[in-house]
């Protein structure tokens, strides 16, 4: 179901602006977004806005 995973989200695990929390019920954020959730970043902006997340900055190799 699209709603569940949507196809072609950016990976946070691989973007600069990803940070994990000490918070055991939201341990990821998205610096940018200021979000802290449960599921990754880029999934809690597609289901806010129906958009993926247009500010991806991948970390340097
Ligand atoms: S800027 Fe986008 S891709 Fe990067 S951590 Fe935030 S939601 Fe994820």
Redesign the pocket.
Known sequence: MERDKPQGL?D?LK?L??KLTWEPAYPHC????G?KSQT???RE?FLATGRH?P???GKPS
Do not use: E, K, M, R
């Open positions: 950016p946070c973007c602006h990803y998205c610096g940018v977004f979000i990754i970043p880029a902006v997340c500010v991806f900055h």
